[in-house]
């Protein structure tokens, strides 16, 4: 616990950028140069040609070379043929009451430990005479990917099925092929672990459409 405590700070420290009086250092942009990164901008975001392929970094690089060096450390491991140096940071998931394996028989099965899967799974164990039984092909959670900052590089590696979406008219214009990168959660959690721990509520009208059909208790 206490390593992984100071792991955690030691990313938070440099991870911020100061100047060498310990100040945050800012950027003054004039107007010459304002427009000159607008004009960059407007250029790197010109609809590719349809001839060419999806083409994408292995992962975004971050600001700071210290965490991208942790990042190139950890990256060693995260391969499914290679041994995860930093498995000791996991979560541990045992199962309860001291089993050793699984029970024969479930009440309920669910498939999938991501936000949905595993709430779902939470609610149902309110009762103790429910047996739920959890299945995740993905990897656990573990101390780095609760950072923020580390989503993209996790995005890039096997918590994450590399998808892209499909073609559709007007949608991902800026992109090659016009198809955007979609990266689905591939671990207990799922999405939740790589989207940089954004909060996205629902709109009313959902919520009151899943009413209507029933669900009062969500």
């Known amino acids: 616990m206490i390593l992984k405590l100071i792991i955690v700070l030691s990313i938070v420290l440099i991870t911020k950028s100061t100047d060498g009086n310990g100040e945050t250092s800012t950027e003054t942009v004039d107007e010459e140069n304002y427009i000159y990164k607008i004009e960059n901008i407007e250029a790197n975001f010109q609809k590719p040609s349809k001839t ?11 600001h700071n070379p210290y965490v991208n060096l942790i990042s190139e450390i950890i990256g060693t491991g995260f391969g499914s043929k290679n041994l995860d140096f930093f498995d000791f940071l996991r979560d541990k998931y045992p199962l309860p009451g001291g089993l050793k394996t699984p029970l024969p028989e479930y009440d309920f099965v669910i498939i999938g430990a991501g936000s949905a899967g595993s709430v779902l799974a939470s609610r149902l164990t309110e009762n103790r005479n429910i047996s739920v039984l959890l299945i995740e092909t ?18 890039s590696t096997d918590y994450a099925w590399q998808y892209y979406m499909e073609h559709q008219p007007g949608v991902c214009m800026g992109m090659k092929n016009e198809r955007c990168f ?18 996205t509520h629902g709109r009313p009208q959902d919520w009151d459409r899943i009413a209507a059909n029933g669900n009062y208790g969500w």
């Open 52 to 62: 060419n392929n999806n083409i994408r970094r292995l992962r975004s690089n971050f």
């Open 138 to 155: 993905g990897k656990p959670e573990m101390l780095l990917t609760d950072l923020p900052a580390m989503a993209p590089y996790f995005q």
């Open 182 to 199: 979609w990266p689905r959660g591939n671990a207990v959690g799922g999405s939740s672990v790589i989207n940089y721990m954004i909060y």
